[in-house]
T-cell receptor, first 118, second 109 residues
């Protein structure tokens, strides 16, 4: 199956710093990418949907100025957590599908990035 | 509103069969996905149903009844490595996946 690579897997940072997480589709062109956050023992929470070359669509309650998403190419999307605080500590997961957001194709997930903010 | 209902936790014995049920309510429907998620890892795709009926894939099968808003995942010949959370995720009219908290499956020897 298709491969989505996410980096870094683990990151620890100080409060107030910014952290960038990369999501790459290795063997297909990911027109649409999704960013999720998951707290322990809770469901995946969709943060935003991004289509290559356009601005991301953020879910209600997600601060777009805090969670910057860039989907500049068909194989790379980045999530930057700006001015991170301890409450931002979570498991961040990206997923990608080959078609547009309106397609029903399978989602391929990255390995996830565990962020700990001290 | 949109809602997913799955059991929180299930326990089964190695080698046995287990059925994980899922009922859902969504705004529109464009199919239903089942994902497996091991602790601390990202979800991995198991199945996708868009038509009523049973889809079989090796030890795993998934069933869908659109009129009842109901799906189940059937796992046969359970192995210890099947211990994981299983996520039922219907897709709504906006092609967004709706995620529940999942069912934690514990396999005992």
């Amino acid at each position: 199956g298709a491969v989505v690579s996410q980096h870094p897997s683990w990151v620890i940072c100080k409060s107030g710093t910014s952290v960038k997480i990369e999501c790459r589709s290795l063997d297909f062109q990911a027109t649409t990418m999704f960013w999720y956050r998951q707290f322990p023992k809770q469901s995946l929470m969709l943060m935003a949907t991004s289509n290559e070359g356009s601005k991301a669509t953020y879910e209600q309650g997600v601060e777009k100025d805090k969670f910057l998403i860039n989907h500049a190419s068909l194989t790379l999307s980045t999530l930057t957590v700006t001015s991170a605080h301890p409450e931002d500590s979570s498991f961040y997961i990206c997923s990608a599908r080959e078609g547009l957001a309106g397609d029903t194709g399978e989602l391929f997930f990255g390995e996830g990035s565990r962020l700990t903010v001290l | 509103g949109q809602n997913i209902d799955q059991p929180t936790e299930m326990t089964a014995t190695e080698g046995a069969i287990v059925q994980i049920n899922c009922t859902y309510q969504t705004s529109g429907f464009n199919g239903l996905f089942w994902y497996q998620q091991h602790a601390g890892e990202a979800p991995t795709f198991l199945s996708y149903n868009v038509l009523d009926g049973l889809e079989e894939k090796g030890r795993f099968s998934s069933f869908l009844s659109r009129s009842k808003g109901y799906s189940y995942l059937l796992l046969k010949e359970l192995q210890m490595k099947d211990s994981a959370s299983y996520l039922c995720a219907p897709m709504d009219s906006n092609y967004q996946l709706i995620w529940g908290a999942g069912t934690k499956l514990i396999i005992k020897p």
